[in-house]
C-alpha cells in the first residue's frame, strides 16, 4: 500500500460546477496534510493546509479531513478554467521532518 | 525578492559526468529538500537538510551528493549520471520543519542524460 494515494486522473469537471480531489493515506499517527497546486511545466504552490479533523475553507476552496478514515480532500468550488492542473496532496507521518508526496490528480475544467 | 531559484533551468549532460544543480533562497529558510518529480511517480524526496551542515536522506537517495555550508545555498551532485536520472528536479524551502510547515518551491531544473 502507497503511503500516500491520490487518483490520477484525468478529472473533468464543467466550469462553475464542484470539482472533488480525494487522497488516502496508510499511516494513521499522520497529523499534517497539504494540497499544492502545480499548472504544466510550472513548481507545486501551497492551496491548503489542515491539520485537524473537519474542514476548512479558503475562497472557493475547502479542505476536508477526517482521521478516523485516513481520507482527506479538497473540494473546489465554483470550478474555472484557470483551475486546471495537477494538485498534490502531501501528508507528514509522525516523527518526520519532511513529506511524503501523492502522485497527484489532473484536474480539467472544462468551459 | 528572488524568493528560492534553481539553476541551470535545463541541462542535458551525458552518462557518466559530474553534475551539480544548484538551488539558492534569500529567505534564510532553515529547511531545505529536493526532489525529483517523474511520470507516474510524483514528488519524491531525495535528500533534505534542517541547516547548514545538516543533511539526511530521503526515499531516493542513492547516486546523488549534497552540501550545505551556507543557510542559503543547497547544491545537489549527481556524481557520474545515468539516464535513470533523467527527470525534472524540485528544489524547495521551509522556515521550520518541513512536515509541518508550507514547503516554497523553485522552479525546476530539467535535465537529461543522454
Known amino acids: 500500500q502507497k503511503e500516500v494515494e491520490q487518483n490520477s486522473g484525468p478529472l473533468s469537471v464543467p466550469e462553475g460546477a464542484i470539482a472533488s480531489l480525494n487522497c488516502t493515506y496508510s499511516d494513521r499517527g499522520s497529523q499534517s496534510f497539504f494540497w499544492y497546486r502545480q499548472y504544466s511545466g510550472k513548481s507545486p504552490e501551497l492551496i491548503m493546509s489542515i491539520y485537524s479533523n473537519g474542514d476548512k475553507e479558503d475562497g472557493r476552496f475547502t479542505a476536508q479531513l477526517n482521521k478516523a478514515s485516513q481520507y482527506v480532500s479538497l473540494l473546489i468550488r465554483d470550478s474555472q478554467p484557470s483551475d486546471s492542473a495537477t494538485y498534490l496532496c502531501a501528508v507528514n507521518r509522525p516523527g518526520h521532518e519532511k513529506l511524503t508526496f501523492g502522485t497527484g490528480t489532473r484536474l480539467t475544467i472544462i468551459p | 525578492d528572488a524568493g528560492i531559484t534553481q539553476s541551470p533551468r535545463y541541462k542535458i549532460t551525458e552518462t557518466g559526468r559530474q553534475v551539480t544543480l544548484m538551488c539558492h533562497q534569500t529567505w534564510s529558510h532553515s529547511y531545505m529538500f529536493w526532489y525529483r518529480q517523474d511520470l507516474g511517480h510524483g514528488l519524491r524526496l531525495i535528500y533534505y537538510?534542517?541547516?547548514?551542515?545538516?543533511?539526511d536522506k530521503g526515499e531516493v537517495p542513492d547516486g546523488y551528493v549534497v552540501s550545505r555550508s551556507k543557510t542559503e545555498n543547497f547544491p545537489l551532485t549527481l556524481e557520474s549520471a545515468t539516464r535513470s536520472q533523467t527527470s525534472v528536479y524540485f528544489c524547495?524551502?521551509?522556515?521550520?520543519?518541513?512536515?509541518?510547515?508550507?514547503?516554497?518551491f523553485g522552479p525546476g531544473t530539467r535535465l537529461t542524460v543522454l
Open positions: 524547495a524551502s521551509s522556515w521550520t520543519s518541513g512536515g509541518t510547515d508550507t514547503q516554497y
Open positions: 537538510s534542517a541547516a547548514a551542515d545538516i543533511t
